[in-house]
């Protein structure tokens, strides 16, 4: 078995565990299909597929999209709830310095989870973008006191600024201010802003206490969705729904 391949399944091993935990032990994934390239060599453990499934795949491995670069991505061009078309990985992540150790397999596993939660369930990113004026990386939460918070799902997430931070003419930071999340933080949501943070977990939720989501953040969860949460959104899946039944 290639190491590709191998990478592949470690990584969707991972994310199914992290999923399960993520919804509150209810979904996971059962199975998934691993259609490989018919320019390579036939090996007595693959299985003969029926047609090229490179395009109706919802996971697909290609060459970088020069606006992403080696990040995933999905796209994803429904409303809110709406499922997305397929997730994007590149090579790169699959076998690139993403995964050259477990540690590094185990956060691929995550990003898979929050690609997931685009493309089935029609949740949004809950972070911001550097210098943009739609959803910015940072907020002014009282314009009394001109105090700008970092643009995420759960403001309970502790860390500290890097570059260039001053307040310009427009109530906005420079597109070189960054918030750098504690990595050792105990705040536990959400999977749509950082999965990467070992103790994040959980989507965010409409309720008080450690997953409480932020409806005074510019997100694109915030625009798109009429200031729910993730997990609100998730929850009203099919997937979610019959299990209730």
């Known amino acids: 078995?290639?190491?590709?391949?191998?990478?592949?399944?470690e990584m969707f091993t991972n994310a199914s565990a992290f999923l399960y935990k993520a919804t509150k032990n209810q979904v996971f994934f059962r199975e998934v299909i691993i259609s490989l390239p018919r320019t390579w060599s036939s090996k007595p453990e693959y299985s003969p597929a029926a047609g090229d499934m490179f395009d109706?795949?919802?996971?697909?491995?290609?060459?970088?999209?020069?606006?992403?670069?080696?990040?995933?991505?999905?796209?994803?061009?429904?409303g809110c709830g709406d499922p997305g078309l397929y997730v994007h990985f590149t090579p790169d992540f699959i076998l690139g310095s993403y995964n050259q150790t477990m540690g590094n397999i185990v956060i691929a596993g995550r990003q898979v989870v929050h690609e997931w939660a685009h493309l089935r369930y029609g949740v949004f990113d809950e972070y911001g973008i550097p210098g943009d004026s739609q959803y910015p990386a940072f907020y002014m939460e009282d314009e009394e006191s001109k105090?700008?918070?970092?643009?995420?799902?759960?403001?309970?997430?502790?860390?500290?600024?890097?570059?260039?931070?001053?307040?310009?003419?427009?109530?906005?930071?420079?597109?070189?201010?960054?918030?750098?999340?504690?990595?050792?933080?105990k705040a536990r949501a959400s999977i749509m802003y950082t999965p990467d943070i070992q103790m994040v977990d959980s989507f965010c939720e409409d309720s008080e206490g450690p997953l409480e989501h932020n409806i005074l953040a510019p997100t694109k969860q915030n625009s798109r969705c009429n200031y729910k949460s993730t997990w609100t959104i998730i929850s009203r899946h099919q997937d979610f729904t019959k299990l209730r039944r």
């Open 1 to 9: 078995m290639t190491r590709s391949v191998m990478s592949v399944q």
């Open 147 to 185: 105090w700008m918070r970092p643009t995420t799902c759960n403001n309970k997430i502790p860390g500290w600024l890097e570059g260039d931070c001053a307040i310009l003419g427009n109530g906005m930071v420079g597109p070189k201010c960054k918030f750098i999340p504690d990595p050792k933080t």
């Open 56 to 78: 109706s795949a919802e996971v697909r491995v290609d060459q970088p999209n020069p606006n992403f670069g080696h990040d995933p991505y999905t796209l994803q061009p429904g």
